[in-house]
């Protein structure tokens, strides 16, 4: 069977205008990593016990059981909350939250730099949305002053994916209480990193009686797989009953449940690994020529080197390829034109020595 033309044509279309993606396999234990997500390293750490393998179905037909709902409360008293919901993954947790939560007629604000996810969230709701300039709190408030007498939901990161950087957190949720608007933060790159414990930037800045929902992913500094939805009990009651990526998929595994509950533990230990990441991240920033336009946030270990160009910034994450250094380039459309950037994502385990040659190589790259 011939594949359809206009499929066709699109692909062609993405390899014409240097957009096209592909899959590599990141075996080569050469490599140094300065990709992954896993900023604090814990996803070499090793469960305590073995587990049962499946969950045998949703959580509302034969896959509930205590181990899942006992770490679903300590996850709540872990980042000072009523309660929390588990995800099988940070996409199906945005995903569900905002495709059931803002109903007909509702406003949903967004920031312009907000994760795919919560944009495929958004268009599954009935609600509208419209976007707000990233972290612009004067964009924001004139948002919320045109909507005022709406139900309004306000999305934002803690830590944006790409960039980096972080929001004023403490002026927007002021200015949500303000205009009684549901503020909603997804956590996914400041949870590990700040706060106590790595509870996350909310509890950092004691704003967690604040913030409508939370939603943190394990994939990231945790180390392993599957996100959790923080909130009042109010709030896991809802989603429990109307979030269809909660209801109609199997359930988390007890290996996984496990798992989780392993590296929260390892999580609390991980005071030493903070503080040397922070100390690796000053080396690079330090080494980095002032000519360079990068942007990152006081609590990210994400460092993003903007170059401009899709076919410029995969000739410098190429060159750093060859130094094994892994890195990938962050290409349009993912980002909008002119904002191609490669991405550094900073790691405990980095050594000061591997972080300044990367450094001076990025210097000579792009000044090159």
């Known amino acids: ?87 099988n993954s940070g996409y199906t947790a945005n995903l569900g939250l905002l495709s059931s939560l803002p109903q007909r007629n509702d406003i949903i604000l967004y920031d312009q730099e907000i994760h795919a996810s919560i944009r495929d ?9 419209y976007v707000f300039k990233h972290n612009n709190i004067t964009d924001l408030k004139e948002k919320l002053e045109k909507h005022a007498s709406s139900t309004v939901y306000v999305i934002i990161e803690a830590v944006y994916s790409i960039s980096g950087d972080s929001p004023d957190l403490k002026a927007m949720s002021e200015m949500c209480k303000t205009f009684g608007a549901y503020l909603i933060v997804d956590e996914a790159h400041s949870f590990g990193l700040s706060g106590p414990d790595g509870s996350g930037l909310i509890n950092e800045l004691k704003l967690e009686q ?42 988390p595994s007890p290996s996984t449940i496990q798992t989780i509950k392993q590296q929260y533990f390892n999580l609390k230990q991980s005071t030493e690994k903070r503080e040397n990441l922070i100390n690796i991240k000053t ?68 050594t000061v020595e591997e972080t300044s040659k990367l450094a001076h190589l990025i210097n000579q790259l792009y000044e090159g």
Request: charged share 15%.
């Open 121 to 129: 969230g958004m268009r599954l709701s009935n609600a509208k949305s």
């Open 1 to 87: 069977m011939e594949f359809p033309t206009k499929l066709a044509q699109k692909i062609q279309a993405r390899i014409d205008d240097n957009f096209y993606r592909t899959l590599t396999i990141n075996s080569n234990d050469n490599f140094i990593d300065f990709s992954s997500n896993d900023y604090l390293g814990l996803s070499n750490s090793t469960l305590l016990n073995d587990s049962k393998i499946g969950a045998t179905g949703s959580r509302l037909i034969s896959g509930n059981y205590h181990e899942i709902e006992e770490l679903e409360q300590f996850i709540a008293n872990y980042h000072n909350v009523d309660n929390s919901l588990i995800f």
């Open 283 to 350: 080396t690079f920033l330090n080494i980095l020529s002032k000519h360079i336009l990068y942007s990152t946030g006081n609590y990210s270990a994400i460092i993003a080197i903007v170059i401009g160009s899709n076919s410029k910034t995969k000739f410098i994450a190429q060159s750093l390829q060859k130094e094994y250094f892994d890195i990938k380039p962050i290409l349009s459309p993912t980002v909008s034109p002119g904002k191609e950037c490669i991405r550094i994502c900073l790691h405990s385990y980095n």
């Open 210 to 251: 604040d913030v409508f929902a939370r939603v943190i992913t394990f994939g990231k500094a945790l180390g392993c797989h599957g996100a959790a939805v923080l909130g009042s009990n109010k709030l896991r009651n809802y989603l429990i009953n109307f979030c269809r990526s909660f209801i109609y998929t199997t359930a």
